[in-house]
């Protein structure tokens, strides 16, 4: 696959953050994806936060698998570590890579497909490990690159492009990522860059495996009037649970949050997740809450979106093996040997 790399030249009036580098410094390589694709908009909105986090991309890792969506980790962050691995298999390299390094952010970008599909299960055992990884899946409910067939995310008897109606219901990831334990569960729309940002932003300082099933729209094969994943119908239908905002350590909290109760999340780094509930009963601490808003809001015909759920004391992968702080492929071969008198108490155990 040919990719397209984007001229370098930058305007001199371009804002910089505090590592001097302008949004542009955020980019990929030009996007080959359909115009129009909510994948694009995804990865703008990644390169959005990466910019206003003041992220190195040298410590980043991006992983993916085979799908329009798994084409996307080209079109952001350049200068990051990068692996394509093979379809649905991107979660177990997560995993590995993570054990491996864990000083690096890993962000996972998947599809419907990718994930509830072929992948499903190396998705389940990713959330239930706690990996600590960013893990998007940009959901628009149809296999784009083999011609518009339903993905296990569509919705029962919504039609495709064709007219033909799918008879299955719908994989929910969002719930299914709150019933097995993931720490951060969040639903957004790829055309909604107000709410999608803090939520990524959230998610990159988040300890432990945060979900973001962002709905977005395929506009070749999904987007027509019938379907449940185009654009007018997630535009009509969406049901923000609250207003996110993102608060890096060390910035003031400016926003009015005078109109609606608000929930401030303290995410291990310092920084703030911060809630203005437009429902005053909903708590995005509560599992069993979470979940039954999303059913609930699913049998109205509707799409809950926002911060669905968070749990900020969930041990991650490396603290559930109990591994040791320095990133285990940087360990010298006198760490990692432990001795001959270990070697022999070891082996006398095994008597």
Known sequence: ?????????????????????????YEGAVSSLCAGCGHDSISAAIIDACFELNIEAYKVAKLS??????????????????FNSVHGRMPSIATGASCANDD??????????????IGMGQFVHAIR???????????NGTYGLT????????????????????????????????????????????????QLVPLIMGAFQHKGFALLDIISPCVTFNNHDASTKSYDHIREHNDALGKVDFVPLGREIT?????????????????????EKLDSSYDPTDANLALNTVREK???????????????????????????DKPLNTLNEKELCPGSDKLKTINEGLN
């Open 129 to 139: 490990r706690q990996v600590d990884m960013t893990y998007i899946v940009e959901n």
């Open 104 to 117: 690096l952010l890993y962000i996972g970008v998947s599809g419907d497909g990718d994930s509830a599909s």
């Open 147 to 194: 011609k518009g067939q339903f993905s296990a995310t569509n919705d029962k008897d919504s039609p495709n492009k064709y007219g033909e109606e799918n008879p299955f219901p719908p994989v929910d990831l969002a719930a299914l990522a709150i019933q097995l334990g993931a720490s951060y569960v969040a639903r957004s729309f790829s055309g909604d860059r107000e």
């Open 65 to 82: 698998g085979i799908g329009c969506s798994s084409k996307a980790p080209a079109y952001f962050l350049n200068d990051s570590h990068g």
């Open 255 to 275: 926003a009015n949050y005078e109109e609606g109760e608000t929930v401030e999340v303290n995410l291990h780094d310092g920084s703030k997740m911060s809630l």
């Open 298 to 324: 699913n049998d109205e015909g509707k799409v809950a979106t926002g911060l669905l759920y968070i749990d900020t004391k969930a041990p991650d992968l490396y603290e559930t093996l109990n591994a040791i």
């Open 1 to 25: 696959m040919t990719y397209i790399q984007k001229p370098i030249n930058h305007h001199p009036n371009l804002k910089k953050n505090k590592l001097g580098l302008t949004r542009r410094d």
